[in-house]
T-cell receptor, first 112, second 113 residues
Framework: SAVISQKPSRDICQRGTSLTIQCQVD?????MFWYRQQPGQSLTLIAT?????????ESGFVIDKFPISRPNLTFSTLTVSNMSPEDSSIYLC?????????FGSGTRLTVV | GNSVTQMEGPVTLSEEAFLTINCTYT??????LFWYVQYPGEGLQLLLK?????DKGSNKGFEATYRKETTSFHLEKGSVQVSDSAVYFC????????????FGGGTRVLVKP
């Protein structure tokens, strides 16, 4: 199955700044998704990253706060903009292909 | 919309005990069902899956059967080990909903020696 490399694995950021998270897949995947996992909680879908077009956001998430790019079938980025302590979470990317869903190892973000 | 409900944890067991984690779902279409495991400090790993009614997924001694009549996908293991301590997530994907994964709330399992 596909392997997803996600970076950074963790970061501590100042409020008001932005962080870009990258995911690189070692093979082509049909769809890519971005999730947020708040401390002690389950995963919530932020958006579907569409290749070459604007991402599709879930209710409660907006492009200005979480801009996403997917320039090709194996790479995507998520930016967490104008961060506040409430954005402290684990962010995970996921890809789906013939072998099913694969997840990156996650980015643990702390906003201070 | 789609939803997944699983039993709340934590579940604390002794080694070699029997583990069951209940999972029920609501879906508009014909979903595929999954169990994922998250070990401490790590990402999600697929544990097992089932794509149609009556399918049984199995891996590492864990089993779950897709029960359409009860809309359930309960996870079981006959004899747990300390290394099974983790958080377990039940999830579904539904082509009618764009193949997005919908997760349950997760169940933390702690196995004591």
């Amino acid at each position: 199955s596909a392997v997803i490399s996600q970076k950074p694995s963790r970061d501590i950021c100042q409020r008001g700044t932005s962080l870009t998270i990258q995911c690189q897949v070692d093979s082509q995947v049909t769809m890519m998704f971005w999730y947020r996992q708040q401390p002690g909680q389950s995963l919530t879908l932020i958006a579907t990253a569409n290749q070459g077009s604007e991402a599709t956001y879930e209710s409660g998430f907006v492009i200005d706060k979480f801009p996403i790019s997917r320039p090709n079938l194996t790479f995507s980025t998520l930016t967490v903009s104008n961060m506040s302590p409430e954005d402290s979470s684990i962010y995970l990317c996921s890809g789906t292909g013939v072998d099913g869903y694969t997840f990156g190892s996650g980015t643990r973000l702390t906003v201070v | 919309g789609n939803s997944v409900t699983q039993m709340e944890g934590p579940v604390t067991l002794s080694e070699e005990a029997f583990l069951t984690i209940n999972c029920t779902y609501t879906a508009t279409g014909y979903p595929s069902l999954f169990w994922y495991v998250q070990y401490p400090g790590e990402g999600l790993q697929l544990l097992l899956k089932a794509t149609k009614a009556d399918d049984k997924g199995s891996n590492k001694g864990f089993e779950a059967t897709y029960r359409k009549e009860t809309t359930s996908f309960h996870l079981e293991k006959g004899s747990v080990q300390v290394s099974d301590s983790a958080v377990y997530f039940c999830a579904l994907s539904d082509q009618a909903a764009g193949n997005k994964l919908t997760f349950g709330g997760g169940t933390r399992v702690l196995v004591k020696p």
